[in-house]
């Protein structure tokens, strides 16, 4: 399952709304999904958010949503933390004007993808100041499997894995 923002393009809902935003005083019930129980079954999704730091929010409560309707809700805390940090870094070091989240589960594992285009962004790695840097970092490590920054002709991506079974001491 794809799910886009409302509006064309992700630019925004019915006039005046900010993109990334729900219509009405409350987002839509997450409704179960009929292939959430079987093993195996594959899911996606992936939105386009603005990127001003207000919308650090609406993806938290986006990813929270999709975990609840994909019954992963166990992992909802980690993952809105992981997602956070991961669309602030690429905010704070590419200043582009929109931002994709994606996300994807099979076999035990939530993946969470922030890719970039070329065009948006000076040319060299993902950056950042160095004490912000370090402190994602922690928090990235401390809550996936793991993570990291993929570099292709097309741009780049920040992606992380986070088990969705409970963690074995």
Same mark, same amino acid.
Request: proline share 9%.
């Given at each position: ?32 999904? #009929?292939?959430?129980?079987? +093993? ?9 958010? %603005? ?12 990813? #929270? ?9 166990? @992992? ?5 933390? @992981? @997602? ?32 970039? %285009?070329?065009?948006?962004?000076? #040319? ?7 004490? #912000? ?35 074995? +001491?």
């Amino acid at each position: 399952m794809t799910e886009h923002p409302p509006g064309a393009a992700g630019r925004g809902g019915a006039s005046g709304e900010e993109p990334g935003r729900f219509r009405g005083a409350r987002a839509p019930a997450a409704a179960p999904d #009929a292939a959430a129980a079987r +093993p195996g079954t594959r899911r996606f999704t992936a939105r386009l958010f %603005t990127a001003a730091p207000a919308e650090l929010s609406a993806a938290r409560h986006f990813t #929270a949503l999709t975990l609840r309707r994909w019954e992963l809700a166990a @992992v909802s805390d980690d993952a809105r933390s @992981v @997602v956070s940090e991961l669309m602030a870094w690429a905010m704070a070091d590419t200043a582009p004007e929109s931002i994709w989240l994606g996300l994807a589960h099979h076999n035990a594992l939530l993946c969470v993808l922030v890719p970039r %285009t070329t065009g948006h962004s000076p #040319a060299g790695p993902w950056r950042g100041p160095a004490p #912000a840097a370090r402190h994602r970092r922690h928090i990235i490590d401390t809550l996936t499997r793991e993570w990291g920054r993929t570099e292709a002709a097309e741009g780049a991506a920040l992606w992380a894995r986070i088990p969705t079974h409970p963690r074995q +001491p």
